[in-house]
């Protein structure tokens, strides 16, 4: 598969700080990339998404960013709470693959209350 | 609108049998992508069907099938199971591009 790589395997945070969420892809013809949560025994949930025209994108308390000059993306999560621990997949996806999906290992994110 | 729904949620087989895993899609979502799952491996596509053709294929041997009905809903099966064929098994469908999960099934090779 494609290389989508996380820079970081495990982040902790204390309640209440803002956490910021790292990863790297390979593929520069990528023009879809969606976040996803993924609680202990659940399947991912989706976050937020980013087409590659845009730079940023805002939902609640939840911001990517798309840096495709260095192939990055970010999440960043305001006012981390103890809900938002869990381990977060970056996925790309490019037109020329029929809109496949690839994703990254993940990052487990642990809030310290 | 429900979301992903997926059965069983668990299952124990042992080598040398097979299994058939089920997903139905959101109402409306007529594509359906299979994943594997299993620890510090991530997200493995297996494939991925829409209106009832396998659209994409992942690096999986032949033993891992699947097919989609008329109605969306769709199964896979794993022949011949293997040990290393434990893991958490993801089902998602989605319109355009939004993408939504299941809770998956968690298969147990003894």
């Known amino acids: 598969g494609e290389n989508v790589g996380l820079h970081l395997p495990t982040l902790s945070v204390q309640e209440g700080d803002n956490s910021i969420i790292n990863c790297a892809y390979s593929?520069?013809?990528?023009?879809?990339f969606i976040w996803y949560k993924q609680e202990s025994g659940k399947g991912p949930q989706f976050i937020i998404d980013?087409?590659?025209?845009?730079d940023k994108r805002q939902g609640q308390r939840v911001t990517v960013l798309l840096n495709k000059t260095v192939k990055h993306l970010s999440l960043q999560i305001a006012a981390t709470q103890p809900g938002d621990s869990a381990v977060y997949f970056c996925a790309e996806s490019y037109t020329n693959t029929g809109n496949q999906f690839y994703f990254g290992t993940g990052t487990s994110l642990t809030v310290i209350p | 609108k429900a979301g992903v729904t997926q059965t069983p949620r668990y299952l124990i087989k042992t080598r040398g049998q097979q299994v058939t895993l089920s997903c139905s899609p959101i109402?409306?979502?007529?594509?359906v992508s299979w994943y594997q799952q299993t620890p510090g491996q991530g997200l493995q596509f297996l494939f991925e069907y829409f209106s009832e053709t396998q659209r994409n294929k992942g690096n999986f041997p032949g033993r891992f099938s699947g097919r989609q009905f008329s109605n969306s809903r769709s199964e896979m099966n794993v022949s011949t199971l293997e040990l290393g064929d434990s893991a958490l098994y993801l089902c998602?469908?989605?319109?355009?591009?939004?993408?939504?999960f299941g809770p998956g099934t968690r298969l147990t090779v003894l």
């Open positions: 593929n520069s013809a990528s023009d879809y």
């Open positions: 980013i087409r590659s025209n845009m």
């Open positions: 998602a469908s989605r319109t355009y591009n939004e993408q939504f």
């Open positions: 109402s409306g979502h007529r594509s």
